[in-house]
């Protein structure tokens, strides 16, 4: 990747922040790559195929070697696949124009971080003009790696049964030593899927109750606050759906 240099980075790591920017809930890591685009066009040797890997395009893997400064800065996450950004990456995106400055910022807090995470370690000196092939390739084997086992859990749960899926989560809580004391049969449920306690008669505070979305789309605020409205002062709420929360909603349970 001798054709990158630290400018070259420290302009898709912009090009990156300023996607997640526009994506507040999230937006899957696959799509990164067409939504910089437009901001920040390719050149040839981005857009090249790699001969051992003639369907991966060269770009896919820089933008993956990109992200490592600005996650361990703070600056963005990556959970199952969703990559999101974070109030600090909003601050230093605002702040930080100049595209060296910006990855030299986040060279500086990568290099922190592995200081107090891996004393032992050899450096990774992401201030060199050539990025590390190797280390690209094993950033993107590993987070390919991971989307795809996510993919097929999702992909599983958009098929199974409503109830099944109920019953798997109730299944869930009980691996976790809790005592399930009603699942709620098919029909309407009043809001509430599952109950469970901590001991088999129910005596000890809380009450758990749970309410189970297999869904798409992520639960809105309104829906969130109507399950809220149902716990009482010893009740300990759990909402799971299979689509997520949007950002509304996990603020309002952040606040409660």
Known sequence: MADL???????LQQA???????????????????????????TDFEKSFYESAPNVRRIDKIVRFSTIGPVKAGWMTKEKGIWRITDEGLEVLSKIKDPEKLVNESNR???EWRTINKPNAKDLDT???????????????????EEAAWAQINDYLKKINPYDFQFLVAGLFKSMGYHINWISPPGK????????????????NPRIKIQVKRRADKIQVDELRSFMALLGDHDVGIFVNTGGFSS???SEARAS
């Open 5 to 11: 240099n630290k400018k070259r980075i420290g302009e």
């Open 16 to 42: 990156i922040l300023r996607v997640l920017k526009e994506e507040p809930d999230g937006i899957a890591a696959k799509q990164i790559p067409s939504k910089i685009e437009p901001i920040l066009p390719f």
């Open 109 to 111: 807090l990568y290099k």
């Open 127 to 145: 201030n060199s003009v050539i990025v590390e092939e190797e280390v690209a390739e094993k950033v993107f084997e590993f987070e390919e790696s």
């Open 189 to 204: 449920d009043g809001g509430l899927d599952i109950i469970a306690y901590n001991d088999p008669i129910g005596v000890t």
């Open 248 to 250: 509304g909603a996990e």
